[in-house]
Structure formats: C-alpha cells, structure tokens
C-alpha cells in the first residue's frame, strides 16, 4: 500500500498553490499503477474561469494525457477535499481504481457526506475509497482560507 500520508501532504502542497488565484485550496494527485504521479492539480476555476475546473478533474485531465488513454483503470486519485457529485462522476467513469481524501466536505461531498456516488450499489464501476488521511491538516487549509475571505 502506498504512503497515503506522504502523498496527501504533497497534495496539499498543491492546493495551498491556488490560494495565489484566489481559487478554493483542493489539490489533487493521480498516481498510475505503477505509483509514479501521472496527475497533478489544483482548483483553477478563478484562475481559468471554468467551473468544471476542480483539482480533481485537472489532475484527471494531465493523467489522462500522460497515461495516453482517458481510462484509468489501476490508478488511485489522492485529494485533499472529499468529491463532489460531478468530481465522483468522473472518478467513476475515468474508472479509478482507489479513492484517498482528506476533508470531508459536509455541504457538497458525493463520496459519503451529502450522497454516496462511488459506492451506490448501481455504480458499475465500484472505487476503494479511503478518508480522513489528514483529514485535520486538510480541513485547516480550507478554514483559513475562508476565514480571510470574511
């Protein structure tokens, strides 16, 4: 099994980058099967004004190019932010191998918080996940961030 506690701290390296543009500190890793990261990314939807621009889906998009295929499959997604429904839909059809979060995200998360994406039964493609791995360490990033936006 991976370090998982090694690779988050790198992915939350990448989100306390997004703060610069002003975008929610998430940071997310893809690492192929091999564990070598294939995918790295941050929110960017301030930066690039997308909002589909989420760390998770960045990261996606870069392994997704390096791994020359759109699947997947054998890779596991590290983020510092529990998923989104539309986060968890592309982890499903990128067809990830293993989901690991940080925070959990009380509001919109759709790996267990708000909705349970990933692993509905009538999901037919079925990701191991793992939570909470820095999960203090992540939820401060976002706290702080917040709180200097108030």
């Given at each position: 099994?991976?370090?998982?506690?090694?690779?988050?701290?790198?992915?939350?390296?990448?989100?306390?980058?997004?703060?610069?543009?002003?975008?929610?500190?998430?940071?997310?890793?893809?690492?192929?099967?091999?564990?070598?990261?294939?995918?790295?990314?941050?929110?960017?939807?301030?930066?690039?004004?997308?909002?589909?621009?989420?760390?998770?889906?960045v990261a996606l998009r870069e392994a997704a190019l390096a791994n020359g295929s759109w699947?997947?499959?054998?890779?596991?997604?590290?983020?510092?932010?529990?998923?989104?429904?539309?986060?968890?839909?592309?982890i499903a059809q990128a067809r990830i191998q293993t989901l690991v979060f940080g925070a959990?995200?009380?509001?919109?998360?759709?790996?267990?918080?708000?909705?349970?994406?990933?692993?509905?039964?009538?999901?037919?493609?079925?990701?191991?996940?793992?939570?909470?791995?820095?999960?203090?360490?992540?939820?401060?990033?976002?706290?702080?961030?917040?709180?200097?936006?108030?």
């Amino acid at each position: 099994m991976a370090d998982y506690q090694t690779l988050m701290r790198r992915a939350i390296e990448l989100a306390t980058a997004a703060i610069a543009t002003d975008d929610v500190p998430v940071g997310a890793l893809v690492l192929n099967s091999a564990g070598a990261i294939s995918g790295r990314g941050n929110n960017q939807r301030e930066r690039e004004n997308d909002p589909t621009a989420h760390a998770e889906i960045v990261a996606l998009r870069e392994a997704a190019l390096a791994n020359g295929s759109w699947r997947l499959d054998g890779h596991t997604l590290v983020v510092t932010l529990e998923p989104c429904a539309m986060c968890a839909g592309a982890i499903a059809q990128a067809r990830i191998q293993t989901l690991v979060f940080g925070a959990w995200d009380e509001k919109a998360g759709a790996v267990g918080s708000v909705w349970d994406i990933l692993r509905d039964p009538r999901n037919p493609y079925q990701v191991a996940v793992f939570s909470g791995v820095l999960e203090e360490e992540c939820s401060q990033i976002l706290r702080e961030f917040f709180k200097a936006k108030r």
